[in-house]
């Protein structure tokens, strides 16, 4: 799988949108772009993935650049509850097997009054 | 509903002794994953599952072991040869193959070595 660059953290005012930006310039043709998130002492949850296509969901905007070699989630409007660790991560999918996921050290989103 | 139990939630264990970390899901995956997660770091694959009765090693097996003898379980045994075994455990799965969703994880086992 190929591998993400992400900032280790941003801060956001409440109310604001969230642009987490993700590098993945070594992205195969195969593979998708997830993101994830975690907030302290949970299990990581999924947010939104896309191919190539930007992707919109009740969560979260994915906006991948036409090159694919990076991308940026966005959470349009940003609440005290967002605050979490976000993990941008590429993944090969209808490899006829499941594929690991491989997860850096993420963005740290601190969402702020 | 569906999903992924972990449990404990918190468990302590002496120097020297194996413990064993259950992971049930009802979500009918295929796949199964151990991951460790150490404070402010990423988390890092222990071991992962295709399907029963057979398991392939992460990046860092050494000192843990597996089994898949049900589609619905995947325990993790943390054995004393694993020199530094405090960590938040967390166990994850997925389907096999296809567009789907990612992983569905639960909601970890944070384990200390007293």
């Known amino acids: 799988d190929a591998k993400t660059t992400q900032p280790p953290s941003m801060d956001c005012a409440e109310g604001r949108a969230a642009n987490l930006p993700c590098n993945h310039s070594?992205?195969?043709?195969?593979?998708?772009v997830y993101w994830y998130r975690q907030i302290h002492s949970q299990g990581p949850q999924y947010i939104i993935h896309?191919?190539?296509n930007n992707e919109t969901n009740e969560m979260a905007s994915l906006i991948i650049t036409e090159d694919r070699k990076s991308s940026t989630l966005i959470l349009p409007h940003a609440t005290l509850r967002d605050t979490a660790v976000y993990y941008c991560?590429?993944?090969?999918?209808?490899?006829?097997?499941?594929?690991?996921?491989?997860f850096g050290t993420g963005t740290r989103l601190q969402v702020t009054l | 509903d569906g999903g992924i139990t972990q449990s404990p939630k918190y468990l302590f264990r002496k120097e020297g002794q194996n413990v064993t970390l259950s992971c049930e899901q009802n979500?009918?995956?295929?796949?199964m994953y151990w991951y460790r997660q150490d404070p402010g770091q990423g988390l890092r694959l222990i071991y992962y599952?295709?399907?029963?009765?057979?398991?392939q090693k992460g990046d860092i097996a050494e000192g843990y072991s597996v089994s898949r003898e049900k589609k619905e379980s995947f325990p993790l045994t943390v054995t004393s040869a694993q020199k530094n075994p405090t960590a938040f455990y967390l166990c994850?799965?997925?389907?096999?193959?296809?567009?789907?969703?990612?992983?569905?994880f639960g909601s970890g086992t944070r384990l200390t070595v007293v």
């Open positions: 994850a799965s997925s389907t096999r193959t296809g567009s789907d969703y990612g992983y569905t």
């Open positions: 070594t992205i195969s043709g195969n593979e998708y």
């Open positions: 896309g191919l190539k």
């Open positions: 991560i590429v993944r090969a999918i209808n490899t006829g097997t499941a594929s690991k996921l491989t």
């Open positions: 979500l009918n995956h295929d796949a």
């Open positions: 599952s295709q399907i029963v009765n057979d398991f």
